[in-house]
């Protein structure tokens, strides 16, 4: 079994920082690429930003220079930097991975989702 557990959400003022971490936890063979995406209220869930496992990096056009998506050397966690954020930002958060088992079958996980609302 594979767990994606994220943390870091909160409320913050607009202009701020926070920064979301996703550890993926469990029969992990490879984590292909990792990512953040996002869902406001009544609106569809939206891609934040992706890294891939050779760290290639894709963002939205609406977090680009405020943003930064980066992993850490096990290639287990990733983290989401978010800086001058807007109230537009307001969304729940989930963490998504690419990733294969130890029984090499290879499925898209999501997290539970982490609450970010900045406040103007």
């Known amino acids: 079994q594979v767990q994606l557990v994220e943390s870091g959400g909160g409320l913050v003022q607009a202009g701020g920082s926070l920064r979301l971490s996703c550890v993926a936890a469990g029969s992990i063979f490879a984590i292909n690429a990792m990512g953040w995406y996002r869902q406001a209220p009544g609106k569809w869930r939206e891609l934040v930003a992706q890294?891939?496992?050779?760290?290639?990096?894709n963002y939205a056009d609406a977090v680009k220079g405020r943003f930064t998506i980066s992993r850490d050397n096990a290639k287990t966690t990733v983290y989401l930097q978010m800086n001058s954020l807007k109230p537009e930002d307001t969304a729940v958060y989930y963490c998504?991975?690419?990733?294969?088992?130890?029984?090499?079958?290879?499925?898209?996980?999501w997290g539970q989702g982490t609450e970010v609302i900045v406040s103007s």
């Open positions: 998504n991975a690419d990733i294969a088992t130890m029984t090499l079958q290879e499925s898209d996980y």
């Open positions: 890294i891939t496992s050779s760290g290639f990096t």
